[in-house]
């Protein structure tokens, strides 16, 4: 893990210098959105709402509506002069019995690690927590926002809770008239609570919905259920990509000698047709001279041996 911020705890005129960690990572099922046609991701401008135009990023602004609808521009000056601050102080305002705290309050878990220096005081902080069945309220500043938060030990860790303001925590507004409730109704219900009792093991629960997910993307994918997407990173994809981008190069080169692809394929066998031909004619050609020849041979022979045998 990594630590996303350092500090130290003061209660009294004690400091525990530490580092926080996130506890907690979101492993919640995300899908995309896109065109069911060819499988391309759905892409959202940003468009303003008057002119229609779209908008860059750098003439966005923060804008705060009132209740009667109006807009208030606030700019970065606006918002310098916020209260803000960059303490790094975990700062102890009062340990309250841990049955006090509503956990409908509680928002995100860090966990504290010691520094080295700060590692007998933070056993002991954590020691009298443990001891008192209490929680320790603090202030801290995160993300240069105050908020208030609680410290409470799991297993030898000490974890500290970030929790809600009072005003952002809603009111039910239903009412619930369930009727008379007989005892013997109570009595069978709370035969059922004894029924189901038992201790809390966070292992025995699972995410069924994201395995089923997995398992279905998994089926499809190896029945060929995919879209080839130019973001596509599978093997296939990157030869043809390949093979393109060769075609591409060689019908460049013989654009720089003058050639094109159809002159190639055209060319070549027209080259060989004619090759062929010539040797065909000539070999018709030479077919009578050389009978020709043969018989000239021929006849000088006969008049020699002739000539021989009047001589004799």
Do not use: N
């Amino acid at each position: 893990m990594r630590a996303i911020w350092k500090g130290a705890v003061s209660f009294g005129l004690v400091s525990v210098p530490v580092k926080l960690y996130a506890a907690t990572e979101s492993h919640d099922v995300s899908f995309r959105q896109v065109h069911a046609k060819d499988g391309g991701r759905i892409k959202y401008q940003r468009v303003c709402s008057i002119d229609g135009e779209e908008v860059p990023y750098a003439d966005i602004a923060k804008g705060y509506e009132t209740e009667d609808g109006e807009m208030v521009i606030l700019t970065d000056d606006d918002m310098a002069e916020l209260p803000s601050t960059s303490s790094r102080e975990i700062a102890v305002e009062k340990f309250v019995p841990s049955d006090q705290i509503d956990p409908l309050l509680f928002e995100k878990s860090y966990y504290l690690e010691p520094e080295k220096t700060g590692a007998k005081p933070y056993a002991l902080l954590r020691q009298a927590l443990l001891d008192a069945d209490r929680m320790a309220v603090v202030t801290v500043a995160l993300r240069q926002r105050t908020t208030v938060a609680v410290l409470r030990v799991r297993d030898d860790v000490i974890v500290l809770q970030t929790m809600m303001w009072p005003d952002e925590v809603r009111t039910p507004d239903f009412s619930i008239e369930a009727g008379d409730v007989k005892p013997a109704e109570v009595k069978m219900a709370t035969m059922l609570v004894e029924t189901l009792a038992g201790d809390f093991d966070a292992s025995e629960f699972e995410d069924d919905y994201a395995g089923a997910v997995e398992a279905l993307v998994k089926a499809k994918v190896e029945g060929g259920e995919v879209k080839r997407t130019p973001t596509s990173t599978k093997s296939s994809g990157e030869v043809v990509d390949l093979l393109a981008a060769l075609q591409r190069s060689v019908d460049a080169a013989k654009k720089g000698r003058g050639e094109t692809a159809a002159d190639d394929s055209d060319e070549k066998p027209a080259a060989k047709k004619s090759a062929s031909g010539a040797k065909k004619t000539a070999a018709k050609k030479s077919g009578p001279a050389k009978t020709a020849a043969k018989k000239s041979t021929a006849k000088k022979t006969a008049t020699k041996k002739a000539a021989a045998r009047k001589a004799s």
